[in-house]
DNA sequence: CCTTTTTTAGATGGTAGATTCTAGAATCAA
DNA sequence: TTGATTCTAGAATCTACCATCTAAAAAAGG
């Protein structure tokens, strides 16, 4: 089988994650990354074939473990909680949450063709379970339904992940109440 | 008096707005904006500096123009118009609100000292609004104003942008849907 | 016309960081 | 033990870009 490896693919991008966390994504040096984890430049691109492909793949892993519960929320009927599930992971995630949320675009900037097919899985995968929720509930179009769920909770926790902080609890009702109030079938009209 | 310039700040900060909201920050490099304007490298740092500074006072230019709407809408105690002015103001400025509100981080990583006075009048202004226009308002705090005012919007405008979109008139309604809602005093007890 | 001031002009230097390359070490199977 | 395989190791290279520097051009004033 060959030697085993010393320095994972995971514990790379644990790595990579917490100086983007700390200093953002362009600290995140081929030679920062391997500095702070002790290993020479060589076995990250061993790992690796580039940069570009390292910070992908460390943008996909975070996603994908943020969205699971959306989509679970949202396969359940439940849009409150899934809009309620951003501000709750971004407490039990702080740094995955800051690496996800706040820098997907320095991230990846030039996405590697090599993983478009991941990408594409991604977005559709979050697609999917939204079109099947909005389906149910009618009146809600799917840009409503996608503004209830991503942007709103998106906004909410935005300044706290800048400044490094969890999200504090008035968060939580704030996205509730602004939700319920998206998806209210008639606001305009008292006693309706 | 001396030659007159040719290339005046405006029209340099100008070309590296376009550049960053068709291809980011990362390509308004100083020969790339040098290229696009038609002039040499040199002429950009009789302007500025640094690119840092060249890009400090982009972002800064761009937030001064976009806060004036949202400072003018709290003193005059209007919120939801404070909270409209955002998708409103991208709609009319599509290229300097993606500038301004997509890419703060990147543009200004490392902010230049010179500028920290100039940093701070931009902050504060924002906050004594906010304070002031709280204090107006019972019950409704300080953080709670600020999401109906700032996160809120830029929640709902920000997916748009990415897309080099302007935000469609349904946001409109979500943004003050939600602003109304969030700031309710009593949401919960119907009929209150 | 001549001087002064301001700006254009672009080649050149310097640096940070991604990537490559060669050597050698660790493990497994036979 | 030996060979094959997979990995570590880190120096060397390559590239892109910021920043500087010298010279010359273009006004404005006298």
């Known amino acids: 089988m060959g030697r085993p490896g010393k320095f994972t693919e995971d514990r790379i991008l644990d790595t990579a994650m917490a100086i983007t966390a700390e200093e953002g ?23 690796f074939a580039s940069r570009d492909l390292l910070m992908a793949a460390l943008w996909l892993r975070g996603v994908r473990r943020f969205q699971h ?69 009618p009146g809600v179009g799917r840009e409503r339904l996608l503004f209830a769920v991503v942007d709103l909770p998106y906004g909410a926790v935005r300044r706290h992940l800048m400044a490094g902080q969890p999200p504090p609890p008035l968060v ?21």
């Open 25 to 47: 994504p362009a600290a995140a040096t081929m030679a920062a990354i391997a500095g702070r984890l002790g290993a020479p430049t060589g076995s990250l691109y061993h790992r």
């Open 69 to 137: 519960g959306v989509i679970e929320a949202l396969a359940a009927g439940d849009v409150e909680a899934a809009a309620l599930h951003t501000p709750r992971w971004c407490r039990d995630h702080l740094a995955e949450a800051a690496t996800v949320l706040l820098h997907r675009r320095e991230l990846v900037a030039r996405w590697p063709g090599e993983l478009a097919g991941q990408l594409e899985g991604v977005n559709t995968g979050l697609a999917a379970a939204l079109d099947a929720c909005a389906a149910r509930l």
């Open 172 to 192: 939580d009702e704030l996205v509730a109440r602004a939700c319920r109030a998206v998806l209210d079938p008639v606001p305009e009209v008292r006693g309706g």
